[in-house]
Antibody
């Protein structure tokens, strides 16, 4: 069974960088698939942030591209998100998920999510 | 503003059927059979319910079905149960640079 678990600070100051890690178990990232980040502001809908392939190739939501970096560490079977220059608008629950590009880029396994609040 | 348009809310009584619509454009829903649906009960992560318009992942009840006509996709839940109460999000592959877009979500209330 594929399982994903997000971790990182729950509080980030404005203008600083948000950093999260997603640990994957039950499946080796090196075996394939894309791995993505999605966020959900409180009371609002889902927004795709970006995704990374096991080889390291990435693609990002153009609206966030200038501030986002996603990286992968296959030796630890995990991938990470960095979002720079955060503001209150970046307050959200952040999810990591496995993305199946062959099936229309669906997200078939999700982490439980972690709330990140941007506040001084 | 979400790329795909869903009604904010729908409701139905136990045993009834409800349908949730998801309207996109010729750049996404209309051109690709890559529509998926996610169920999100309060306080939990989204769960994949339908992919490629009408396919159900293993373990999803056959009460959930999907279809598409033109630029609009639909999720139908038959034999409503209390446990179906949740937010539902559609998603589609898109030819735009985002590659994947979500709808704004629909809150299903089981009366």
């Amino acid at each position: 069974q594929v399982q994903l678990q997000e971790s990182g600070p729950g509080l980030v100051k404005p203008s600083e960088t948000l950093s999260l890690t997603c640990a994957v178990s039950g499946y080796s990232i090196s075996s394939g698939y894309y791995w993505g980040w999605i966020r959900q502001p409180p009371g609002k809908g889902l927004e795709w942030i970006g995704s990374i392939y096991h080889s390291g190739s990435t693609y990002y939501n153009p609206s966030l591209k200038s501030r986002v970096t996603i990286s992968v560490d296959t030796s630890k079977n995990q991938f990470s998100l960095k979002l720079s220059s955060v503001t209150a608008a970046d307050t959200a629950v952040y999810y990591c998920a496995r993305q199946n590009a062959a099936a229309g880029r669906i997200f078939d396994y999700w982490g439980q999510g972690t709330l990140v609040t941007v506040s001084s | 503003q979400s790329a795909l348009t869903q009604p904010p809310s729908v409701s139905g009584s136990p045993g009834q059927s409800v349908t949730i619509s998801c309207t996109g454009t010729s750049s996404d829903v209309g051109s690709y059979n890559r529509v998926s649906w996610y169920q999100q009960p309060p306080g939990t992560a989204p769960k994949l319910m339908i992919y490629e318009v009408s396919n159900r992942p293993s373990g999803v009840p056959d009460r959930f079905s999907g279809s598409k006509s033109g630029n609009t996709a639909s999720l139908t839940i038959s034999g409503l149960q209390a446990e179906d109460e949740a937010d539902y999000y559609c998603s589609s592959y898109t030819s735009s640079s985002t590659h994947v877009v979500f709808g704004g979500g629909t809150k299903l209330t089981v009366l």
